[in-house]
């Protein structure tokens, strides 16, 4: 993989998290442009710093080198202090969640095309008694 790979995986994951290029170069102790030149693929990454990144980003090196935001799973959590927005990123899906994901859209879109039909209905009965 080459480092602008690397450094755009780092930038959509931070944006995900919405984490700024000023926070994540405080955390990692740089400045904002030597942070900036790692997410345009700039300078090459030390896996040292791959993986200070991940920690700040709450993940594992390997999903920052694996990104793919096709897999991205969105969720939120409660702690004390609140509401926190958690990414999880899951790169593999197995045959079984695939197909209990196919079959939760074909009934969620057979009840979408119902409702338009009751809508259109609706409709039509409404022009009806105008």
């Known amino acids: 993989m080459e480092t602008?790979?690397?450094g755009l995986n780092i930038k959509k994951i931070r944006e995900l998290k919405n984490f700024t290029q000023e926070y994540m170069a405080e955390k990692l102790q740089?400045?904002?442009r030597g942070y900036?030149?790692?997410e345009n693929g700039e300078v090459d990454i030390s896996f040292t710093r791959i993986?200070?990144?991940?920690?700040i980003l709450g993940l594992k090196p390997a999903d920052i080198i694996g990104f793919d935001e096709r897999f991205v799973l969105f969720s939120i959590t409660?702690?004390?202090?609140?509401?926190e927005n958690g990414i999880y990123i899951n790169n593999e899906l197995t045959n079984k969640e695939?197909?209990?994901?196919e079959k939760q859209i074909a009934?969620?879109?057979s009840q979408n095309k119902e409702l338009k039909e009751?809508?259109?209905?609706?409709?039509?009965l409404q022009n009806r008694n105008s």
Do not use: P, W
């Open 30 to 32: 740089m400045s904002q």
């Open 98 to 101: 695939r197909e209990l994901y």
């Open 51 to 55: 993986r200070d990144i991940a920690k």
């Open 78 to 83: 409660h702690n004390q202090t609140g509401v």
């Open 4 to 6: 602008l790979d690397i």
């Open 118 to 124: 009751m809508i259109d209905f609706l409709k039509n």
């Open 36 to 38: 900036s030149k790692i």
């Open 107 to 109: 009934l969620l879109e």
